[in-house]
Every structure is written in structure tokens, then in C-alpha cells.
């Protein structure tokens, strides 16, 4: 017995961009049938009454261990709000205090209709990331943090890295039929050794995983770079033969002429956060320039220590908005900004025959709106209303691999009010720790 939607707005985002009324049909974790009627044959019915079905939105830049530390460090740039702030934030969490952030972040996205991430994980307490990312039913990617180099006191041995990296990589890769997959994490350039690298390339390559690292996205940090390598950000990963379709950048806002071909002749994925890259000033992305070179681009809200939430809806409309003023306002378009929340991140994560569109075969991942709201009508463009109109509060069910995990807007993993007790005690019980020191 499957579940029968009928009667929704089906945004497909198949290769027609084909929207209209109908039902779908999923059994397991598939979509068996998409069509204007499905006869029910015994299958369990889920009225939609015209509601929105769309693809579930898909983050492929978030930092879940950083939940927990929303608004306590702002108005900081880059490095500092690195090396003063996070990294000690990120050190000092216990067991406890990781689980409390990973699942209010968990928890927050999947309410705004997220439902495959690529987290950029921790150095210690990995495991906990990873058995919440199960059991929340999310498809989610990550990684321990690697950080070898640098001036910095959060970095750790080389072999203890590799170590622990692949015995996660055993124990978690490829785990709950699939859903969750591991993704390697050198945080960015300054912060691995060149054998550390060398690692990375062998393990990307040994067991097929994703690279999953920041670039360029902070013009100090494009100056350590390029003092400590001699080469430009984009230029260091080919250099270092780590470039291809399994490399995931994050931001990519510094980038010449040259490195933006780099970009497009390496199929590299770029994951871009706009509303991380205002707050910390950092600059804005050549969006426009990334997709007309045919340059794959997806979204991400990075973490809520530097956005500070994790909603998709925020991150399209500033994705469209900012590139506007500079690139004119044909720059950028809602159609095109829906697609690197859908069809853009199921490429990144190596997913795009999976997940990203509503068509047989395809993963039962997708987001129920309903966009009869004041501020969302009149309407004659669908994109329009979900990119500029639409907020988070229009999700109203949630389904993942087939199971609701958002259902009237209630979480059905988790207990909300749960949640926000447990993030209250783990943030004040963390920063005793920092303060005890
Ligand atoms: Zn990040």
C-alpha cells in the first residue's frame, strides 16, 4: 500500500519544467506514478486540495555543529569571527551540547521544507552528527572537520585525522539504504597541510566521496592562501589534482576571469550562501557569471552563526535580490534560483538521478506549500511566488524517502518544545566551559 497525493500543484522540475494539477503516487521511497489521475487502488489518500508539491529543497553548505551559537558572535569579519569565536565555540561542545545543535538545525530545516543537506562537520563527536542525521530521516552527507596547519590551536595530528576519518567513512558511508553518505570536510586551505591533501585525494578516490571544502570566500583569506601555496584558491585544487565533479566549494566569491573558466572546465559545484556572505561582509558571488559558463550552482545557509537561520525561502530571495543592483535585474531569475535549491543540489551531492525533481523513480522527497496567503497572491508565476513571496511559515508537510517528516506543520522526529529546552541548557552549560577555561 502506497500513498496516493491528489489533486496538488505539481511543480515537477522534470527536464520540461512541467507544472499542472494531478496526483502522485509512492510506494517505499519512490515516486511509482505522476500524472494528471492515479485510480486508487487501496492505497492510503492524501488530500491535497491544490496545495503546492514541489521537490524538497535541498542545502548543500550548512555547519550543524554551529546551530547552537546563533546569535552570540555578529558584526565580525571572516577570520576573526573564525579564530576568536567559532573554533573555541566549536571545541568546547561536549557529546550533549553537539546533539542539542545538530538537532535544533535538524530540526529547524526540516520544518522550512530542507530535506537533503551537506554539513561540514566537527573535529570531535562526529558520530553524534551522523546518528542524528539518521534518526531524524533527513538525507544528509557529512564529515569530521579536517584542520592539520595553520596558526591556530584547534588543529590536530594528520594520522589522527585520517584515522578517525576512515573509520567513520566504514562505520557511516552509504548507511540507511543510501540516505546517508559521507562527505570529506578540509575546512579550507589555510587550515590543511599539503600531505593532509594528499589524503583527501586518496580517500575521495578509495571510496568515491564528495570533497567538501570553502574557497575564496574572503579576500584576507585569498591572500593566506595564495602566500602559502603560490597559487590562487581555484587554481591550488587543480593544482593539487582535487578537482572534479565530486568537488563541492563553498562561496567562490573571489575568483578571477581564469579561475571561473577553472571552475566551468573541472564541472567543480559551487555552493553558495548570500545571506552568510553579506553578514560577514564578505562580498558577493558571480552567480550570474558561475551559470551562464554552465557552472554548477546550489544553495546553502552555511551556519546560524553567520546567517542567523537556516531557512531556504530567506536564501533564494537574497540569492536573486542581491546580483540585481550590480548585474542588472535580468541577472538573475526565480526560475533559475529554485533551480539551484532542487536540481543544482541533487547534482552537487552526485544525486541528480535521485533526488532534485518530481518524476517516476525518483526518491519520494518533497515539500507540501500552501501559498493562499495575503502576502503571497495574485500569482501567474509559480517560481515568482515561491522565491520572492513565499516564507517558511507556507511549508506545511515535509516528506523524505517516502515518510512524513513534517506533517501540519509539526515535527514528526523530533519534539519541538524539547528541542528549544535542551539548546537553552546546552548553550548556558557551554559557555561555562569556555568561561571556566
Ligand atoms: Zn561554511
Redesign the pocket.
Known amino acids: 500500500m502506497g500513498i496516493l497525493l491528489k489533486n496538488g500543484l505539481i511543480v515537477t522540475q522534470n527536464p520540461a519544467a512541467d507544472i499542472f494539477t494531478g496526483d502522485i503516487l509512492i510506494e517505499n521511497d519512490r515516486i511509482t506514478k505522476i500524472s494528471p489521475t492515479i485510480e486508487n487502488s487501496n492505497h492510503h489518500v492524501f488530500l491535497l486540495d491544490n496545495l503546492v508539491v514541489i521537490p524538497g529543497f535541498i542545502q548543500s ?1 550548512v ?1 550543524l555543529c554551529q546551530t547552537l551559537f546563533r546569535n552570540l558572535s555578529d558584526d565580525l569579519e571572516l577570520m576573526e569571527w573564525l579564530q576568536d569565536h567559532i573554533w573555541p565555540f566549536e571545541m568546547a561542545h561536549d557529546a550533549e551540547s553537539l546533539r542539542a545543535s545538530v538537532q535544533l538545525g535538524l530540526a529547524e530545516m526540516l520544518l522550512n521544507g530542507t530535506t537533503s543537506i551537506l554539513d ?1 562537520g566537527i573535529a570531535q563527536h562526529q558520530e553524534i552528527i551522523f546518528e542524528e542525521m539518521a534518526a531524524s530521516g533527513i538525507r544528509g552527507f557529512s564529515g569530521m572537520v579536517m584542520m592539520d596547519s595553520g596558526e591556530q590551536p584547534y588543529k590536530q595530528s594528520k594520522t589522527v585525522i585520517i584515522n578517525q576519518t576512515e573509520a567513520l567513512i566504514k562505520k557511516w558511508h552509504h548507511t540507511e539504504g543510501g540516505r546517508i553518505q559521507y562527505a570529506l570536510a578540509p575546512r579550507f586551505v589555510p587550515s590543511c597541510s599539503s600531505a593532509l591533501w594528499k589524503q583527501v585525494k586518496k580517500l575521495s578516490q578509495d571510496y568515491d566521496l564528495i570533497i567538501h571544502s ?1 574557497a575564496s570566500e574572503n579576500k584576507k583569506e585569498w591572500h593566506i592562501v595564495k602566500e602559502i601555496t603560490g597559487y590562487s584558491n581555484v587554481e591550488f585544487f587543480i593544482k593539487n589534482d582535487l578537482a572534479s565533479s565530486r568537488l563541492c566549494l ?1 562561496h567562490c566569491i573571489w575568483v578571477s576571469e581564469v579561475e571561473i573558466q577553472m571552475l566551468a572546465d573541472y564541472n567543480i559545484n559551487v555552493l553558495h ?1 548570500p545571506s ?1 556572505n553579506l553578514k560577514l561582509g564578505s562580498g558577493f558571488a558571480p552567480v550570474p557569471e558561475f551559470i551562464s559558463r554552465g557552472i554548477n550552482v546550489s544553495l546553502g545557509s ?2 546560524a552563526a553567520c546567517n542567523n537561520n537556516l531557512d531556504i525561502l530567506n536564501e533564494m530571495r537574497l540569492a536573486a535580490l542581491i546580483q540585481k543592483p550590480i548585474k542588472g535585474v535580468k541577472s538573475t531569475s526565480a526560475k533559475m534560483i529554485f533551480d539551484m535549491a532542487t536540481l543544482g543540489g541533487a547534482q552537487s551531492l552526485g544525486l541528480a538521478k535521485q533526488i532534485g525533481s518530481l518524476e517516476v523513480g525518483k526518491k519520494a522527497d518533497l515539500v507540501v506549500m500552501d501559498l493562499r496567503k495575503v502576502h503571497c497572491i495574485p500569482a501567474d508565476d509559480i517560481y515568482s511566488q515561491i522565491v520572492y513571496s513565499a516564507k517558511s511559515s507556507e511549508v506545511l508537510h515535509v516528506m523524505v524517502n517516502g515518510e512524513w517528516k513534517v506533517k501540519n506543520q509539526q515535527l514528526q522526529p523530533y519534539h519541538e518544545e524539547t528541542i528549544i529546552k535542551d539548546s537553552w541548557k546546552a548553550i548556558q552549560n557551554l559557555i561555562k566551559r569556555i568561561n571556566s577555561v
Do not use: E, K, L, V
Request: proline share 0%; glycine share 12%; charged share 10%.
Open positions: 553548505h555547519h561540514m570553502h563553498a550562501c552568510a552555511d551556519g
